[in-house]
């Protein structure tokens, strides 16, 4: 995430990010970055294997093949951008 240190008519702004966002002067700038996170290759091979499994069962799954911890919501929203439904 990158912080655009600019004021409101392209002015320098200065101090730190919560001074600038209780000024109204931080503007966050999201850049997708277009590729997949290496857990949701894990997570598609999991498909394959455990087609059955709930969406805490792929997170539980997850958690033992890579020992990343991930919340099911996540599993859900990647599941939902690769059309598993």
Avoid at 8 to 27: D, I, K, W, Y
Wanted: glycine fraction near 8%; avoid cysteine; aromatic fraction near 8%.
């Amino acid at each position: 995430m990158s912080f655009l240190r600019s004021g409101r008519h392209g002015e320098a702004v200065s101090g730190t990010a919560p001074q600038q966002h209780r000024n109204n002067t931080l503007h966050v700038l999201v850049k997708p970055t277009g590729r997949m996170a290496a857990y949701e290759e894990q997570l598609l091979k999991q498909l394959e294997t455990h087609p059955n499994a709930t969406l805490t069962g792929h997170f539980r799954i997850l958690e033992e093949a890579t020992g990343l911890t991930i919340w099911f919501e996540t599993v859900d929203r990647d599941f939902t951008r690769h059309g598993v439904t």
